[in-house]
């Protein structure tokens, strides 16, 4: 079982940058590839990158690719989530899902578990 808890969203002005954080509790983080989702109001959970298990490779969707950064630190079983440049269409709850074999990352379905989501709003 993995306890996944996210924080730092808030409010932001277009252009502005916030960092979300996602702390893991409970089996041996290492063993997780992390992903990051976010759901606008209305819409589906949408992919925004993820960061493998092993050698911290990443990947993200178009939309935020050079604008977010997904990192981590398995020594203190943490991801994070970087987001600069950020837009209005960027204003959503995003969450962290932790999968141990995780084939396509885009789907939520190959995440065992998931955090409660942190809301990100971007004024314009």
């Known amino acids: 079982q993995v306890q996944l808890v996210e924080s730092g969203g808030g409010l932001v002005q277009a252009g502005g940058s916030l960092r979300l954080s996602c702390a893991a509790s409970?089996?041996?983080?290492?063993?997780?590839?992390m992903g990051w989702f976010r759901q606008a109001p209305g819409k589906e959970r949408e992919f925004v990158g993820r960061?493998?298990?092993?050698?911290?490779?990443?990947y993200y969707t178009d939309s935020v690719k050079g604008r977010f950064t997904i990192s981590r630190d398995n020594a203190k079983n943490t991801v994070y989530l970087q987001m600069n440049s950020l837009k209005p269409e960027d204003t959503a709850v995003y969450y962290c899902?932790?999968?141990?074999?995780?084939?396509?990352?885009?789907?939520?379905?190959?995440?065992?578990?998931w955090g409660q989501g942190t809301q990100v709003t971007v004024s314009s």
């Open positions: 409970g089996r041996a983080f290492s063993d997780y590839a």
């Open positions: 899902a932790a999968g141990r074999t995780v084939v396509f990352p885009t789907r939520p379905g190959n995440y065992d578990y």
């Open positions: 960061i493998s298990r092993s050698n911290g490779s990443t």
